[in-house]
């Protein structure tokens, strides 16, 4: 043999020895489980999302000072924001402390704070965008601008899932917030990693999913196709060899078939006791919180719960409707919390509970408001919750300056925030990455550290 016969043989074994390894995975299971790069001490996480816009300054973030510097402007050059900002606005509700922390929360979350204890708030957040769609593209995707796999993806993309019966990752909305289906995208992903929306408006398992029943064929019968497709599909496969789309394809059909005696049980909370739904059944958020529940119970990896359509607590005009909100949220997140005890998921569930951004301590005054109570988008600082899994409980970390305007103590970027639930999950952040384009990417972008001070 002589070299140039000896190197083309090479070559193409090496090739061919590729392009096997390329077609294994291909043709593998994307959902099946996982081990993290090291021992996690969360499996799942429920993401509480108050789309809009949560004021710190009203809810978990208390600042005696604008009590008394109410209706004066703010000390210091004047702030630019979104819109024209007027004089500085006390909150309209008190604040205690609470548990054996003694953490200040609003009275407008009087069962959360009863449990305070079991959580850890940051309220030194900040994030890149004071617009909606930038901000939320960052809180769910890690980035700006769309197209980037979501957090669920990732999470659903680095563990896979314990229940093939049921989709990785469920996103559960009454409608759709700002972006809609961009927040739980699976971006350059295979698409069995983006999430499954699910509009939770209806309490009835057939009304949640439309085409959940077939009402011409029984299960068997229905098994019985699904064998001589997979037959047909054989043949085809031993002819031609292996072909990654419709691999895919057939694994979407048998999940989708798996999914009817699946999704019944699990989407069907008249299946609880009246006892437990009582905490629940007060709104569509409450109704959410307890299907998210249910299926982390039955090993989905990731549930996120919007609050409501669009942006409901964008209080511009009057930020007093914030109590209203509140209070069609806050006995679901506390019945939650609870329930996960009661059940011996909290501690392997990481529960956060957020915003895209904050809101200004001064009044908004653009002369576009009918009552000139409300407050605009603030990106600078703001607060966010975390419990369950792997979380320190009964902690405070950071700090906004005296006013609630600004981080100062222990600035926490959104990189931050992912790169510290996927250590909880196992993740080395930096490591859990996916090639595309050439490049190697990853939720938390290029940056992005984990805030050792709050794990357990």
């Not at 068997?220 to 002819?239: F, V």
Request: proline share 5%; charged share 20%.
């Amino acid at each position: 043999m002589d070299r140039r016969t000896l190197l083309q043989t090479l070559g193409g074994g090496f090739g061919l020895a590729g392009l096997t390894g390329t077609l294994q995975a291909a043709t593998a299971d994307p959902m099946a489980v996982r081990k993290p790069h090291f021992p996690g001490k969360a499996k799942h996480v429920i993401y509480l999302f108050l789309n809009g816009g949560m004021s710190q300054v009203d809810t978990f973030d208390p600042k005696p000072a604008l009590i008394k510097y109410d209706g004066t402007p703010m000390p210091g050059a004047k702030i630019v924001t979104d819109r024209a900002s007027g004089s500085l606005m006390k909150s309209p509700w008190a604040f205690k402390k609470h548990g054996q922390s003694g953490i200040e929360v609003s009275e407008i979350f009087p069962e959360v704070a009863k449990r305070i204890d079991d959580f850890c708030l940051i309220r030194s957040m900040y994030t890149d965008s004071g617009n909606h769609g930038p901000s939320l593209q960052i809180a769910n995707c890690g980035h700006q601008l769309p197209g980037r796999p979501s957090m669920g993806a990732w999470v659903t993309y680095g563990l896979g899932t314990e229940n093939n019966n049921l989709p990785g990752y469920v996103v559960l909305c009454p409608g759709f917030p700002v972006l809609g289906a961009s927040l739980w995208t699976s971006g350059y992903m295979p698409s069995i990693y983006q999430g499954t929306h699910i509009q939770n408006s209806a309490v009835e398992p057939e009304k949640l999913i439309q085409n959940l029943c077939n009402g011409e064929l029984t299960p068997q019968e229905q098994q019985r196709q699904l064998a001589l497709l997979g037959k047909l599909n054989q043949g085809y496969l031993d002819r031609v060899g292996a072909q990654p789309g419709l691999d895919s394809a057939v694994r979407s059909m048998e999940s989708a078939f798996r999914l009817q005696s699946e999704a019944t049980d699990v989407f069907d909370i008249r299946k609880e006791p009246e006892h437990v739904r009582a905490r629940y059944d007060i709104s569509d958020f409450g109704r959410g919180c307890l299907m998210a529940l249910r299926m982390v119970e039955r090993g989905v990896r990731m549930v996120q719960v919007y609050h409501g359509n669009f942006q409901p607590w964008d209080s511009h005009d009057d930020i007093r409707i914030h109590a209203k909100l509140a209070d069609k949220t806050d006995g679901p997140i506390a019945a939650l919390v609870d329930d996960l005890k009661s059940r011996g998921l909290f501690d392997e569930t990481i529960i956060l509970i957020g915003s895209e951004f904050g809101r200004t301590p001064m009044i908004q005054n653009s002369g576009l408001e009918k009552l000139g109570r409300g407050r605009d988008h603030n990106t600078p600082g703001f607060t966010v919750l975390l419990a369950g899994g792997g979380i320190k409980g009964g902690t405070v970390y950071g700090a906004t300056d005296d006013f609630g305007y600004k981080a100062v103590e222990k600035p926490t970027h959104v990189h931050d925030l992912h790169a510290t639930m996927l250590h909880c999950l196992g993740f080395d952040h930096t490591k859990l990455t996916y090639r595309y384009a050439g490049r190697d990417f990853r939720l938390t972008d290029v940056s992005g550290n984990v805030i050792k001070e709050i794990l357990a």
